[in-house]
């Protein structure tokens, strides 16, 4: 077999313009990877401006200003947990305007929205939406609108920093390395929000949580957490102690259940100063008593009802109020029943800070307000149903200062509650920088979670 070999001469003049076009479109890709190397690592390196930025942006009238209307208008309007309809009818409609993907409902009332690449890492930010049956004593334009109900937990001022921080987020997308996802909770107080969001798949595939929540027990432009046990966990009760009622002026044809009550009371005081571990704290408050409407009549009924605290298990805490409430009641005669779960409020967890979550919480504070601006936190008494999202998964939970020497602010669930506007730049910055800085952290670890994404992306 013969084989013939061919070969295709070009002339000269064609054979340097093909070189030159091969050396042409090499430097142009060697430049282009040079490039995207070059913004790769402006990005990775630029994530500690970030905190400063937001706070910047946050502050400007046109964020500052669109927070403050929507803080207004929910405030107005309270709404009570799982009847959050136009709350969140407003949050959907924001959201829109940001050009932010979500989904709804969860939970009832529920909004989860995403902002970044839709793919791993995933890291959530939280806020709740719910009011208080309370009517507001502060008289000011913005007053609340609904009778017996009014937002003096400050979940208004949530859902605005929460949105403030979307709409930062959203605008630096470019930069997120993976996925925020953005949590509005409904039935905070003590409902179980947090729970039925977990059940309704709100965690999915996120690695981390945070939340903040505003105080004026620390000054305004300062942040306050600490590691580990951050808040009690929150257990609730509620007795009705029946005995035999009748006229006041012969109480031996009655048995008396207001005597009975004043001792259940009295013995539930010992559960802390008797039975409790001097260095384990813990609290019994009784906070509701109501029985009979006469001056000379000896009522039928007394009801009960009070608060558990705790940081350990509630069980045995549980048992003990049930038994001495009974006993108690049946050393006067009388009979009891105890209900663990009065309108549906189940005990709530304490909430536990990751050390690793709390220590980079710490640190992005301190870039965005200086080395002083972060206090470490005592653990508070106090319960929060963020910590059914923090046992899933870490989390982190932190107040935010908003209190002013010139001015004075009354305590969370008083109906003097009033809100220091000013902090509403400060929350939506800490939020939009933790998830920043979060991704841009776990990113150069790696993630050695399953890969996931969310179609709403």
């Not at 959203?170 to 949590?183: F, K, N, P, Y």
């Not at 729970?195 to 432009?221: Q, S, Y």
């Not at 039928?300 to 805490?317: C, E, H, K, M, Y």
């Not at 990751?354 to 936190?377: I, P, W, Y």
């Amino acid at each position: 077999m013969t084989t013939i070999r061919t070969t295709c001469l070009l002339p000269h003049s064609h054979m340097a313009i093909l070189n030159n076009t091969v050396l042409l479109t090499l430097t142009f890709q060697l430049i282009f990877l040079l490039r995207v190397s070059s913004e790769s690592s402006q990005t990775a390196g630029d994530a500690s401006q970030f905190p400063k930025k937001f706070l910047e942006l946050a502050k400007s009238p046109e964020v500052f200003d669109w927070m403050v209307k929507i803080r207004r208008k929910i405030h107005e309007n309270p709404e009570l947990g799982y009847e959050e309809f136009e709350t969140s009818k407003l949050i959907r409609s924001e959201l829109d305007l940001i050009g932010v993907k979500y989904r709804y409902p969860v939970a009832v009332t529920g909004v989860i929205g995403y902002i970044g690449t839709g793919e791993p890492p995933f890291v959530a930010l939280r806020a709740d939406m719910d009011a208080l049956p309370m009517q507001e004593g502060v008289e000011w334009e913005h007053k609340s609108k609904i009778a017996g109900k009014m937002h003096a937990c400050g979940h208004d001022r949530h859902v605005s920093m929460l949105l403030g921080a979307a709409k930062l987020l959203q605008e630096h997308r470019h930069v997120l390395q993976g996925t925020v996802v953005l949590i509005f909770q409904p039935a905070e107080e003590g409902l179980g929000g947090a729970k039925k969001m977990i059940e309704e798949g709100a965690l999915k595939h996120v690695e981390a949580i945070f939340g903040i929540h505003l105080t004026n027990r620390v000054p305004l432009g300062k942040a306050s957490s600490r590691p580990g046990s951050m808040l009690a966990g929150a257990s609730f009760f509620e007795a009705v102690i029946t005995g035999k009622g009748g006229h006041a002026a012969i109480p031996q044809h009655t048995i008396d259940p207001v005597i009975a009550a004043s001792s259940v009371v009295l013995s539930l005081q010992h559960l802390v100063s008797r039975e409790t571990d001097p260095l384990d704290s813990k609290v019994v408050s009784i906070s509701k008593v109501s029985g009979g409407n006469a001056f000379n009549v000896i009522p039928d009924s007394v009801t009960i009802g009070g608060t558990l605290r705790a940081f350990t298990s509630f069980s045995q805490l549980e048992q003990r109020v049930k038994e001495i409430i009974t006993k108690q009641a049946a050393v006067h005669r009388c009979n009891a029943s105890v209900n663990l779960t009065p309108n549906g409020k189940e005990p709530l967890p304490p909430t536990v800070n990751d050390v690793g979550l709390h220590k980079q919480f710490k640190n992005m504070v301190r870039d965005m307000l200086g080395e002083e601006s972060f206090v470490e936190a005592s653990p508070i008494m106090g319960g929060e149903d963020f910590s059914y999202f923090a046992e899933v998964i870490p989390g982190h939970f932190a107040f935010l200062g908003m209190q002013d020497e010139t001015k004075s602010y009354a305590s969370a669930h008083s109906s003097f509650y009033r809100v220091n506007e000013d902090a509403l730049p400060y929350g939506a910055a800490v939020h939009a920088s933790t998830a920043v800085q979060y991704l841009k952290d776990r990113a150069s670890k790696g993630s050695d979670n399953p890969k996931g994404f969310h179609d709403e992306l």
